[in-house]
């Protein structure tokens, strides 16, 4: 979902683990010259869906361990979230609406063109969450970044890579 985390805990995976972060947005953002909120502005959602799909299976075949932090849509459009779990270990940021709506309202208003308005934020928050929760579901790990911590994740990580 916004603002549930996935770019904070990416980094700060990335500085534990020693590895290296890519942030699909960043990435976009700096292929396409332009902010997200001016792709959407000055093309469509649509457009910025195809730019985000590209910019994903190019980083999903990146022959080297990398984190990828993904926008909070990116697991819900084409065949993305199979590129997603066929490509790692998935985990789903899973962040309560409450909080959800503390950050999006408090941290920078207007980054995030679906939620520039703020009216009606907790209905538009309700209906996403509902909507994309059957793609995010299919994570192999939920983190509920409210009750752990970025070091029981990892601990919860390495488990998973053990059994596998
Ligand atoms: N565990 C946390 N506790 C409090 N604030 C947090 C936490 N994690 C992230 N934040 C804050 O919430 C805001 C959103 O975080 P972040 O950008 O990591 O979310 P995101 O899931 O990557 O959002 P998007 O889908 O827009 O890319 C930021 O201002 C960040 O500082
Ligand atoms: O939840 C979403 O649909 C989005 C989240 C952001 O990370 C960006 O990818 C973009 O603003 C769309
Ligand atoms: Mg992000």
Not at 3 to 14: I, M
Not at 46 to 51: A, D, N, P, V
Not at 63 to 86: H, Q, R, W, Y
Not at 111 to 120: A, D, I, L, V, W
Request: with cysteine; aromatic share 6%; charged share 30%.
């Amino acid at each position: 979902m916004p603002g549930s985390g996935k770019s904070t805990v990416g980094r700060q995976l990335a500085d534990k683990l020693n590895m290296t972060v890519v942030d699909l947005d960043e990435k976009i953002e700096e292929q396409a010259q332009s902010s997200i909120k001016e792709i959407f502005t000055h093309h469509s959602e649509t457009h910025f869906r195809e730019l985000e799909q590209s910019a994903l299976k190019v980083v999903a075949q990146i022959d080297e361990s990398l984190i990828i932090s993904t926008g909070g849509g990116a697991p819900c459009f084409f065949d993305n979230m199979d590129v997603i779990k066929s490509s790692g270990v998935s985990v789903f940021v899973d962040t309560p609406l409450e909080e959800l709506i503390v950050r999006l309202n408090a941290y920078e208003k207007g980054k995030r063109p679906k939620f520039s308005s703020h009216e009606g934020l907790r209905e538009q928050l309700e209906k996403l969450y509902t909507d994309r929760l059957p793609f995010y579901q299919q994570a192999d790990l939920r983190w509920v970044s409210t009750k752990e911590t970025v070091d029981q994740l990892i601990v919860r990580l390495k488990e998973l890579k053990k059994l596998n």
